[in-house]
Nanobody, 123 residues
Framework: QVQLVESGGGLVQAGGSLRLSCAAS????????MGWYRQAPGRQRELVAR???????NYADSVKGRFVISRENAKNTVYLQMTNLKPEDTAVYYC?????????????????WGQGTQVTVSS
């Protein structure tokens, strides 16, 4: 079992910055890709950014040049530095991770979500 715990959301004015963190914990596991998704009211959950174990990243076009995703593999933690925030960035942000976890039947794949953290950008 792998759990993800997010932190760092909040209320910020347009043009401001926030940093989200997500830490993975649990039994023996390895993480392949970690990412951030967001869901605004009435809209589908969408990819914001993701990073694989080698450090390769990809971003949604709407956040390129404003958001930076990074990770600390030794801490099983992923970060999302958000700058020049806009009201349209307002959403619940979810952390996601996939990889392999050791269980009673050996290694199995996992894909887990965090509980979400609210980001609100006022105009």
């Amino acid at each position: 079992q792998v759990q993800l715990v997010e932190s760092g959301g909040g209320l910020v004015q347009a043009g401001g910055s926030l940093r989200l963190s997500c830490a993975a914990s649990g039994s023996t596991f390895t993480i392949s890709t970690m990412g951030w998704y967001r869901q605004a009211p009435g809209r589908q959950r969408e990819l914001v950014a993701r990073i694989n174990s080698g450090g390769s990243t990809n971003y949604a076009d709407s956040v390129k040049g404003r958001f930076v995703i990074s990770r600390e593999n030794a801490k099983n933690t992923v970060y999302l530095q958000m700058t020049n925030l806009k009201p349209e960035d307002t959403a619940v942000y979810y952390c996601n991770a996939d990889g392999s976890v050791w269980g009673t039947t050996g290694w199995r794949l996992f894909n887990e979500w965090g509980q979400g953290t609210q980001v609100t950008v006022s105009s």
